[in-house]
C-alpha cells in the first residue's frame, strides 16, 4: 500500500492551496484518512481527520479555513486550505488506516509528505 501526496507549495499568507493524496495497492478497505502536519523543530500534529462515513474532526487552529473530504471510490483525501497563514508552513503528511484483506487488522499508512510554505 502506498499514500502519495501532492498539492504542496509556496502561497502568499491569505491564499489557498488544495492538498491530494492516493491510496494505492492491494486495499480491500480504508478506515479514517488524515491529514497531519510538521512544522520546522516541531512535533507532527494532527490537522483534520475524516471517517468512511464523512464525519471530519479539525484542529482548532484550522477550523473555519481547512475542509478534508475524501473519494471512496478512489481512494482520495483531499485538503483545501483556505485563508493561509504563515503559522500554516509545514510538511503535510496524508495518513490511513487500511486493511490489505477482511481478516488482517488496520494498519497505519504514511505518505511521503508534501511542503506547504506560506510567506508572508
Known amino acids: 500500500v502506498q499514500l502519495q501526496a501532492s498539492g504542496g507549495g509556496l502561497v502568499q499568507s491569505g491564499g489557498s492551496l488544495r492538498l491530494s493524496c492516493a491510496a494505492s495497492?492491494?486495499?480491500?478497505?480504508?478506515?479514517?484518512m488524515a491529514w497531519y502536519r510538521q512544522a520546522p523543530g516541531k512535533q507532527r500534529e494532527l490537522v483534520a481527520a475524516?471517517?468512511?462515513?464523512?464525519?471530519?474532526d479539525y484542529a482548532d487552529s484550522v477550523k473555519g479555513r481547512f475542509t478534508i473530504s475524501r473519494d471512496n471510490g478512489k481512494n482520495m483525501v483531499y485538503l483545501q486550505m483556505n485563508s493561509l497563514r504563515p503559522e500554516d508552513t509545514a510538511v503535510y503528511y496524508c495518513?490511513?488506516?487500511?486493511?490489505?484483506?477482511?481478516?488482517?487488522?488496520?494498519?497505519?499508512?504514511w505518505g511521503q509528505g508534501t511542503l506547504v510554505t506560506v510567506s508572508s
Open positions: 475524516i471517517s468512511n462515513g464523512g464525519s471530519a
Open positions: 495497492g492491494n486495499i480491500f478497505s480504508i478506515n479514517d
Open positions: 495518513n490511513a488506516g487500511v486493511r490489505t484483506h477482511r481478516v488482517i487488522p488496520w494498519f497505519d499508512y
